[in-house]
């Protein structure tokens, strides 16, 4: 038990845990003469689910970074408690929901194969049987591997996944708002990226991160791409579709997240783009 401590200014993690539970990570940026009481909600490990990690309730630090292209002025926000899965969809992942749509739906099933262009370019296969598989190489020549994380779909193929994803498990899933993804990856402090402040390319899959030619890897390939709250990969790996409208007409989806074939400026975790 820790009961008023008083500790110097600064970003703390304290690690809350009692029996049966999920430990709880409550991320704090302590300025000079605050106080904060900490008082999450803990749910048992069952409640949470292997796949997902705990967010809880309380303020966080968005946008602020001039180096990030469309990055928001900083403000200070709260979010309530919710849960981000740790990594994003593999392929694997989504294959298996391509092959539960054809087998109800066939032509469904098709429309959320994913493609080089929204009209079509299919990326994947479909054998004779009507069941997809993934190739061996994508459109460039690089291998798929199962773990990589999935790419070329729309945003309307993530919220269809999400959506058959919940109806097959019985949970309540969406997609996450892009606040709810900025402090998953961030945590409170406003930090530019997952780990902290400073940037090494072998900290994430991106485009200098290896020796040749950049290529995708298997979500999770770099561990200190993790944020406060464990979600790994956000800074590397591949951009990542959010809830939020970009626009004030309301035509674009925002999309989070570095990517593989990114250089460090799109890395920073309030880099932010419409499409």
Not at 72 to 94: G, K, N, Q, S, W
Not at 123 to 141: C, N
């Amino acid at each position: 038990p820790v009961t008023d401590a008083i500790l110097p200014a600064g970003s703390y993690l304290f690690e809350i845990a009692a029996a049966g539970m999920r430990s709880a990570r409550v991320h704090v940026l302590g300025a000079p003469g605050t106080s904060h009481r900490l008082e999450p909600k803990l749910y048992p490990d069952a409640a949470v689910g292997e796949a997902f990690v705990h967010i809880p309730a309380g303020p966080y630090l968005a946008g602020g970074d001039e180096t990030a292209l469309n990055s928001e002025p900083r403000t200070a926000r709260t979010l309530p408690d919710f849960f981000m899965a740790r990594f994003p969809v593999t392929c694997a992942e989504y294959c298996a929901f391509l092959n539960d749509l054809a087998a109800d739906s066939p032509h469904l099933a098709r429309q959320h194969v994913p493609r080089t262009k929204p009209e079509g370019g299919a990326l994947w296969e479909q054998r004779a049987d009507g069941r997809y598989a993934l190739p061996s190489r994508d459109a460039d020549g690089n291998p798929v591997h199962p773990a990589a994380p999935v790419m070329g779909v729309s945003f309307y193929d993530a919220e269809m996944y999400a959506a058959h994803l919940a109806k097959k498990t019985g949970e309540r899933l969406r997609l996450p708002t892009e606040d709810e993804w900025e402090k998953a990856a961030r945590g409170a402090d406003g930090r530019f990226f997952p780990w902290g402040n400073g940037f090494d390319p072998s900290f994430c899959k991106m485009a200098l991160s290896r020796p040749g030619r950049p290529q995708p890897e298997p979500v999770g390939s770099f561990p200190v791409d993790e944020s406060p709250y464990v979600m790994r990969d956000a800074a590397g790996g591949i951009r990542e579709w959010t809830d939020s409208f970009f626009d004030a007409g309301q035509e674009t989806r925002t999309l989070r997240g570095g990517a593989w074939y990114f250089n460090p400026h799109y890395c920073r975790l309030a880099f932010r783009h419409g499409y």
